[in-house]
C-alpha cells in the first residue's frame, strides 16, 4: 500500500489524484507547483478552480500503477489587450498523455472569472494561436 496526494474537486464529488513524489510524503510535499495557489482544472467535471497548498490530502492506494498522472502546465494569454501575463492552468492527465492532449482541453474549459498576475478577470474561452503547454518547473 503506498500513499497518494490528492485534491478535491471544488465542483463535484471527485478527487483530482495529483502525481506521486519521488519520496515519501513525511520528507517532501506533493504541492509541485512553487506558489502557494494554482488554477487547477478537474479531469471529471472540466472545471477550474483555485486550489492551495492547504487543500492537498493523502489517501491508500494499492499499487502505484492504479494511480499514475502527468501534470501539464497550459499557458493562455491574458484576456485584456497589451497584457503580456498569462493565465496559467494545470492539468492532471493519465500516463500516458502528450502535451498536445493538455492543450486541446483549452477548447472545452470554461475560463471566465480567471486572473492573470496583473489581476485581469478572463471572459470567455480564446482561441487563441499562442496557447502554450508544457511540464511544470
Known amino acids: 500500500m503506498i500513499l497518494i496526494p490528492f485534491l478535491p474537486c471544488k465542483k463535484c464529488p471527485n478527487r483530482i489524484q495529483l502525481p506521486i513524489p519521488a519520496v515519501e510524503p513525511a520528507n517532501q510535499s506533493a504541492w509541485p507547483w512553487g506558489s502557494t495557489s494554482v488554477y487547477l482544472l478537474c479531469p471529471s467535471c472540466s472545471q ?44 492532471a492527465l493519465p500516463v500516458p498523455s502528450h502535451l498536445d492532449d493538455a492543450a486541446n482541453l483549452v477548447e472545452s474549459i470554461d475560463l471566465n472569472g480567471l486572473t492573470c498576475k496583473r489581476g485581469h478577470r478572463n471572459y470567455g474561452c480564446p482561441k487563441h494561436p499562442a496557447i502554450r503547454c508544457a511540464n511544470p518547473k
Open 48 to 91: 477550474i478552480n483555485l486550489y492551495w497548498f492547504e487543500d492537498c490530502q493523502w489517501s491508500n492506494a494499492e499499487s502505484q500503477s492504479e494511480v499514475q498522472t502527468a501534470m501539464r502546465q497550459i499557458d493562455i494569454p491574458c484576456s485584456k489587450k497589451n497584457c503580456p501575463e498569462m493565465l496559467h492552468v494545470f492539468a
